[in-house]
């Protein structure tokens, strides 16, 4: 209950990137088998928009700089995984199913708090 608690009211986690964090976590860890690269990748190029153009005026530059360097670290890790300790395939049909699967998920866990994407990313994150 205080976990839900904490989702529903601090924006930073409604965030997505905390979702791919844990699951890059679990799969560093060896314990689980999905790979969120697909995730990461895609979160570090939305990130990138975001830091520098949406949030132009609210965050000072060096905090910018430390979003993308950490959003690039976690996608470097899963790439690192992927391809060199695991050496999967550039496609893997499962972790593509997977990662959409999650990303619904989190659109629903959105939709229970009523909470749309454009309102976490473009309203509350802005907020600050």
């Known amino acids: 209950m205080c976990i839900l608690y904490m989702y529903t009211t601090h924006p930073f986690l409604k965030v997505f990137c905390i979702w791919i964090w844990l699951l890059t976590a679990l799969y560093v860890a060896n314990i689980s088998s999905f790979s969120p690269m697909y995730l990461s990748v895609v979160a570090v190029s939305s990130a990138i928009p975001f830091n520098l153009l949406y949030d ?4 000072p530059f060096r905090t910018k700089i430390s979003i ?3 959003e690039l670290s976690v996608a470097a890790l899963n790439v690192y995984k992927h391809f060199v300790i695991d050496k999967r395939p550039l496609v893997s049909h499962k972790d593509i199913a997977i990662s ?3 990303f619904a998920l989190y659109l ?5 708090i009523n909470k749309t994407f454009y309102q976490v ?3 509350d994150l802005l907020k600050r």
């Not at 132009?56 to 965050?59: A, C, E, F, I, Q």
């Not at 629903?108 to 229970?112: R, V």
Request: net charge positive; proline share 0%; no cysteine.
């Open 56 to 59: 132009r005026n609210k965050n």
């Open 68 to 70: 993308l360097l950490l």
């Open 100 to 102: 959409i699967l999650i």
């Open 108 to 112: 629903l866990f959105l939709s229970s």
């Open 121 to 123: 990313y473009f309203i």
